[in-house]
């Protein structure tokens, strides 16, 4: 067997640990330690994020997307395949050297996504991005950690806690979409969503799609037009 080349490694701001970049013959691997977090031969899962998301926004007009996780354009890919001329796709990334790896080892993996005139890449916290924007977006993407509970950086975790969800839902325009990857199920984000206003479907998805592999689950969650607290309030006593 062809052994595994390490091409890179890139620190992670607010955390000990660091990315690393892989090589084996064709196959890329991006670890943190010794976990893997994604491989070049599995995108599924990722492409699913994507697809569901997207479809639903599709038929709107002039579709704006933010995508939080550059990872190996998995997600890029499958959303510009889904989406218009029109659509204009924010790619957020934490680390420039994500950037650089999509743009010079792995440059045959993203093909021509990055060139695609409707994506804009901005190295950054997808969290600032969501913060500064007020239906600004009809979905965001996110898939910068394992799941909602950060495992690379614990910052993520401002993401997806009650307040990190209400600024989504403050993003998104009327029955814009959230969509979260995540390696496995997490009852307690399923309520966190319903709290901050949004309807919940849970999906599980394959991480190489119909070819099988571990089961991951994606959570789309639409934006309703008032808040459970809201509509407590409206409520007559």
Known sequence: MIPWTLLDTAPIPGSEGELRLKRRGAEFSITLGNIEL?????????????????????????????IGGLGMGFTLR????????????????????????ARGPMAEVFGASLTDSRVSIEEGDVGRLIRSGRSTYDAILLDVDNGP?????EANDKLYDIEGLRAAREALRGGGVLAVWSSGPDRNFTSRLRKAGFRVDEVKVRANGQRGGARHVIWIATRLDSTPQMQQKASPN
């Open 38 to 66: 994604m491989n070049s031969r599995l995108s599924g899962s990722e492409e699913a994020l994507a697809t569901l998301s997207c479809e639903r926004i599709q038929a709107r007009p002039q579709p704006r997307v933010l």
């Open 78 to 101: 499958a959303a510009l395949t889904v989406l218009g001329a029109k659509a204009r796709v924010v790619v957020a990334e934490l680390l420039p050297a994500v950037v650089a790896w």
């Open 149 to 153: 509970e950060g495992l690379t950086r």
